[in-house]
């Protein structure tokens, strides 16, 4: 796909090689495979043209190299029964989803030098900073290559990175936030019609618990008068009704 050929391209000149051994990270090998960008293209199966105009999901990020380099040996029905795979699968289909409306990527390029895989990434460390803002610079060309009309923010910490391009109230709010629990009851779970920084489009945003470890999570979500999976479901579904022009 040309668009991913595209961002692989910009990826190289924002953020060449060295930059990652100053933040506690490594470059990512990509491989032609259904995995998060930037260690796979970042559509789900034999998608035959890539989602422009609909959902960009975004982990923070991919991962350690140890994880990366399994995961490499696997073929891609054996990575598709992961949990972050699976789970996100069963709750973007009672949500009405279409997995090929999607490009999967994340906030922070490259993989983690460490084996620490779950947490918060190395890149927000204050020192760490010059590389965190190199790789928001990136996501802009993300941003204008996939041209979402929804953004779906995996986890507590990807909130974090895109505080940055929200407007002030927002901005103010999610340079802050720590948990789901404030991110519910200030009733923020869902953003319609947000004006990003660098991003001509207005687009929706929703925030959802992490797949990898949902249903340990997920539990603590509410929403309406909803809790758990179905508060996240109901969470998606507002955030779609007014962008459904999406297949």
């Known amino acids: 796909m040309e668009e991913i050929e595209l961002l692989n391209q910009k990826l190289k000149q924002i953020i060449p090689s060295e930059k990652y051994l100053q933040s506690e990270m490594v470059v990512s090998d990509f491989k032609n495979a259904i995995s998060f960008y930037p260690a796979g293209k970042g559509v789900y199966k034999n998608v035959p043209k890539f989602p422009k105009g609909k959902i960009m999901v975004v982990g923070q990020d ?46 922070i390029m490259g993989l983690r030098s460490g084996d620490k895989i779950l947490g918060k990434s190395p890149a927000f460390k204050k020192e760490n900073k010059p590389f965190l803002e ?9 941003l204008n290559v996939c041209e979402p009309k929804i953004i779906i923010a995996l986890g507590s910490f990807v909130p974090l990175f895109l505080h940055a391009f929200f407007e002030k ?31 001509s489009q207005k687009v929706n945003v929703i925030f959802l618990t992490h797949p990898s470890l949902y249903f340990v999570n997920v539990r603590y979500r509410k929403y309406h008068d909803l809790k758990e999976m179905p508060a996240e479901i109901e969470m998606i579904r507002d955030g779609l009704k007014s962008k459904i022009n999406l297949s």
């Open 62 to 107: 991919w991962g350690t190299k140890s994880a990366f380099d399994i995961d490499l040996n696997n073929d891609d029905e054996k990575n598709l029964k992961g949990a972050t795979w699976r789970n996100i699968k069963t709750l973007f289909d009672e949500a009405g989803i279409n997995m090929e409306w999607c490009f999967f990527t994340n906030a």
């Open 134 to 142: 190199l790789c928001r610079q990136f996501f802009v060309e993300q």
């Open 169 to 199: 109230d927002n901005f103010d709010f999610f340079s802050k936030v720590r948990s789901f629990k404030e991110i519910d009851v200030n009733n923020k779970s869902v953003l319609l019609n947000v004006q990003l920084a660098n991003y």
